[in-house]
DNA sequence: AAAAAATGCAACCGCCGACCG
DNA sequence: ACGGTCGGCGGTTGCATTTTT
């Protein structure tokens, strides 16, 4: 941060204004406000923003209201399969670090994937009635969950063009093929690879609890409402129902090499 | 149709490290 | 070296909306 930034000149503003600093949802005046402030001055100096923009919030008030929701080129709606795909690899490696798994989804803010994670994921492992830090859960996600996105993805490829068939789908798919051994004409859709695994899928692993990719909200909400099922704690603990490593799926590791996330990354672009 | 429950998301909170005087 | 302020981050909450009962 330049000195510039910190030349405030009046360090207590806050603390002097407490009593009229605003909060709560942002009304369109604020954001007209915010947008054309920032328009003309850039980001950053957020507190310097509030103050000459006539906002009567917090600089982190609206760094957070620019950032999250103001800002050009974010990207608005559900999450897309690749963004999912690219969220549970990355999550995967970095943990919660939202604002560095964010970097990796053009458009969409730490906030959004936070939510995401806890919307979606979490709440899935609450249905499973395992942690969601747990091997077991961490296992499933990897060789069950991300397998089928895989297969989501690269079905909606053969679906959508069948011009230009070799995406970051088919890519990974190829690497899916080779690591699993799976018979080459996978890449017919009609045989999803999917079909391998359902045997170890607990019922409320199903595509339709999995799968947010609805272009209806209604849909995006009657897929969340999977009811619990079989795969209790018990099975968790007896690893009878899901155990990747005698299965030898531990090759999985290879096939998030570094290109097929670039290839992700620019299909999101 | 109405009440209850569940959901999703915007926004806030508290902590931390960086920077400045 | 130290205290104050800021931006950034992850965690959490509040509430409007949607769905279920």
């Known amino acids: 941060?330049?000195?510039?930034?910190?030349?405030?000149?009046?360090?207590?503003?806050?603390?002097?204004?407490?009593?009229?600093?605003?909060?709560?949802?942002?009304?369109?005046?604020?954001?007209?406000?915010?947008?054309?402030?920032?328009?003309?001055?850039?980001?950053?100096?957020?507190?310097?923003?509030?103050?000459?923009?006539?906002?009567?919030?917090?600089?982190?008030?609206?760094?957070?209201?620019?950032?999250?929701?103001?800002?050009?080129?974010?990207?608005?709606?559900?999450?897309?399969?690749?963004?999912?795909?690219?969220?549970?690899?990355?999550?995967?490696?970095?943990?919660?670090?939202?604002?560095?798994?964010?970097?990796?989804?053009?458009?969409?803010?730490?906030?959004?994937?936070?939510?995401?994670?806890?919307?979606?994921?979490q709440k899935l492992a609450k249905q499973l009635k395992c942690d969601v830090n747990s091997k077991e859960f961490r296992d499933s996600m990897r060789h069950v969950w991300m397998p089928r996105l895989i297969e989501r993805i690269r079905a909606a490829d053969a679906g959508a063009s069948t011009a230009q068939p070799t995406t970051v789908a088919t890519a990974i798919h190829s690497d899916y093929e080779r690591y699993y051994c799976l018979p080459s004409q996978a890449s017919n859709a009609n045989e999803p690879v999917s079909e391998l695994i359902d045997p170890i899928l607990v019922p409320e692993m199903s595509d339709e609890s999995l799968d947010t990719q609805t272009s209806d909200p209604s849909d995006y909400q009657n897929n969340n409402r999977a009811g619990a099922g079989g795969y209790n704690s018990d099975d968790t603990q007896k690893g009878s129902s899901f155990d990747p490593i005698s299965l030898g799926w531990y090759e999985m590791e290879n096939l998030w090499n570094e290109e097929n996330i670039w290839f992700l990354q620019q299909q999101l672009m």
């Open 1 to 121: 941060m330049d000195a510039q930034v910190r030349d405030y000149g009046c360090a207590s503003f806050h603390s002097e204004e407490d009593s009229s600093i605003r909060k709560g949802p942002w009304t369109v005046e604020e954001d007209t406000l915010l947008t054309d402030y920032v328009t003309v001055h850039g980001e950053g100096r957020w507190n310097t923003a509030a103050r000459y923009a006539g906002l009567k919030r917090t600089g982190k008030s609206c760094r957070l209201r620019w950032l999250n929701y103001l800002r050009p080129n974010l990207r608005r709606g559900n999450i897309t399969l690749q963004e999912q795909l690219l969220i549970l690899e990355l999550h995967s490696r970095w943990g919660n670090r939202w604002s560095k798994i964010a970097q990796s989804l053009p458009g969409r803010t730490d906030n959004e994937i936070k939510n995401y994670w806890r919307t979606r994921v």
